[in-house]
């Protein structure tokens, strides 16, 4: 059974920085395409970094050189950095886990952005 659990989520100052982890079980994670992906109320979900099972990230444009993915396959985990957040990126923050057809979503961490 696919399980991801996000951690790191919380309330934090404008310009400030949050970390956000994301532990997987229950597949091989090496070989699975990692995301994040928000959703603020009122709003769709939205893809805010990916990285591939080889290493590759891209961003939302949103988030670009503001924000840094990376996965460590030794410890099925990926993470995220935020810095310089703004109150625009409050939102429910989840993992996702794709590959070819399957795709699993962890439960969400809530990050909120504000002074």
């Known amino acids: 059974q696919v399980q991801l659990v996000e951690s790191g989520g919380g309330l934090v100052q404008p310009g400030g920085s949050l970390r956000l982890s994301c532990a997987a079980s229950g597949i091989i994670f090496s070989i699975y395409h990692m995301g994040w992906y928000r959703q603020a109320p009122g709003k769709q979900r939205e893809l805010v970094a990916r990285?591939?099972?080889?290493?590759?990230?891209n961003y939302a444009d949103s988030v670009k050189g503001r924000s840094t993915i990376s996965r460590d396959d030794a410890k099925n985990t990926v993470y995220m950095q935020m810095d310089s957040l703004r109150p625009e990126d409050t939102a429910v923050y989840y993992c996702?886990?794709?590959?070819?057809?399957?795709?699993?979503w962890g439960q969400g961490t809530q990050v909120t952005v504000s002074s």
């Open positions: 990285i591939t099972s080889g290493g590759t990230a």
């Open positions: 996702n886990a794709a590959l070819g057809a399957l795709s699993a």
